[in-house]
């Protein structure tokens, strides 16, 4: 085997943290180049999981792209990770989960990185940005709620007196679940099988619905976030698909009034499921935001 071949190992694996609240572990997929100096972490939306960007990086991965290094983190609750009881780590705030990047990051031996995160996962990019402003270099912010995601159905289930977190538990299903991420597309017909079958087996693994159902509520807290975030020099990337639901138009409006220096894209005939709709078009607005410029 080569140096470069070994510079290129998949290294992705289970990172046991020991001070996060209660003991846990986070699962990263680690690839590209160990020697990178300022990596990428991606931070999938709720509901999902990492897999989310295997398409946007899949074409990367033979070309330009594999010099890079890139961490594809599954939140806490979510994915490959454990999934504890919302009640042990503070119902699953942006704040706590910030901090179990944090720490993985530092199991990793990452000083400084560029974050890229859809939804839930870019409220979170923010949060670690605010606990370490000198780790994060510069944030893409793929959709991001200033508030709860248009999830009716899943929202009334969650917002239950006393029984929300029994009834999303026991109520919500694989048909559900379909039926979001089929309204999270700009065309619903090309959701396919293998995505709704893959994330709901993540989802539906002891512990999934409830940190899900905690998260969900977690997005009232946005604004509170993005007031947190507007005063840090971080370089960021607004970017939205012009045809997604689950996002208002007062969250976009909402956004550029937070962050009036953060550059912005929209990507044409896209829903809310931007990394998996149009993987190549996102990719290139990432590259070209964290260009040479940027690092």
């Known amino acids: 085997m080569t140096a470069r071949a070994r510079a290129t190992d998949d290294r992705s694996r289970l990172v046991e943290l020991g001070s996060a609240?209660?003991?846990?572990?986070?699962?990263?997929?680690?690839?590209?180049?160990?020697?990178?100096?300022?990596?990428?972490?991606?931070?999938?939306?709720l509901l999902?999981?990492?897999?989310?960007?295997?398409?946007?990086?899949?074409?990367?991965a033979a070309g330009e792209g594999a010099d890079r290094r890139e961490l594809v983190l599954d939140?806490?609750?979510?994915?490959?990770?454990?999934r504890p009881r919302p009640e042990a780590v503070r119902d699953y705030e942006l704040s706590w989960l910030a901090?179990?990047?944090?720490?993985?990051l530092d199991a990793?031996?990452?000083?400084?990185?560029?974050?890229?995160?859809?939804?839930?996962?870019?409220?979170?990019?923010?949060?670690?940005?605010?606990?370490?402003?000198?780790?994060?270099?510069?944030?893409?912010?793929?959709?991001?709620?200033?508030?709860?995601?248009?999830?009716?159905?899943?929202?009334?289930?969650?917002?239950?007196?006393?029984?929300?977190?029994?009834?999303?538990?026991?109520?919500?299903?694989a048909a559900d679940l379909r039926r979001t991420l089929a309204g999270w597309r700009a065309v619903p017909s090309s959701l396919g099988e293998l995505a709704p079958a893959l994330y709901w087996d993540r989802l539906a693994r002891d512990g999934g619905l409830a940190a899900a159902r905690a998260l969900l509520l977690q997005l009232e807290r946005a604004p509170a976030l993005a007031a947190a975030y507007a005063p840090l020099s971080c370089p960021t990337l607004l970017?939205?698909?012009?045809?997604?639901?689950?996002?208002?138009?007062?969250d976009r409006q909402g956004w550029t009034a937070a962050l009036p220096r953060a550059s912005t894209v929209v990507i044409?005939?896209?829903?809310?499921?931007?990394?998996?709709?149009?993987p190549r078009a996102l990719a290139a607005a990432i590259d070209g935001f964290l260009g040479e410029g940027t690092r």
């Open 108 to 173: 990793l031996g990452v000083e400084r990185l560029d974050v890229v995160g859809h939804g839930v996962g870019a409220l979170v990019g923010m949060a670690l940005a605010v606990l370490r402003p000198q780790q994060v270099g510069a944030l893409v912010a793929i959709a991001p709620p200033l508030g709860p995601l248009q999830l009716p159905h899943e929202l009334r289930l969650a917002s239950l007196p006393a029984v929300g977190e029994a009834a999303f538990a026991t109520v919500y299903r």
């Open 268 to 278: 044409e005939g896209c829903g809310h499921a931007i990394p998996e709709e149009q």
């Open 21 to 45: 609240g209660a003991p846990l572990r986070v699962f990263v997929s680690d690839t590209g180049p160990a020697d990178d100096p300022r990596p990428r972490l991606l931070l999938h939306e």
């Open 48 to 60: 999902l999981c990492g897999h989310e960007f295997a398409r946007m990086l899949g074409p990367a």
């Open 75 to 82: 939140l806490p609750g979510a994915g490959e990770s454990d």
């Open 239 to 250: 970017v939205w698909g012009d045809r997604d639901a689950a996002i208002t138009a007062a």
């Open 99 to 104: 901090e179990c990047v944090a720490q993985t």
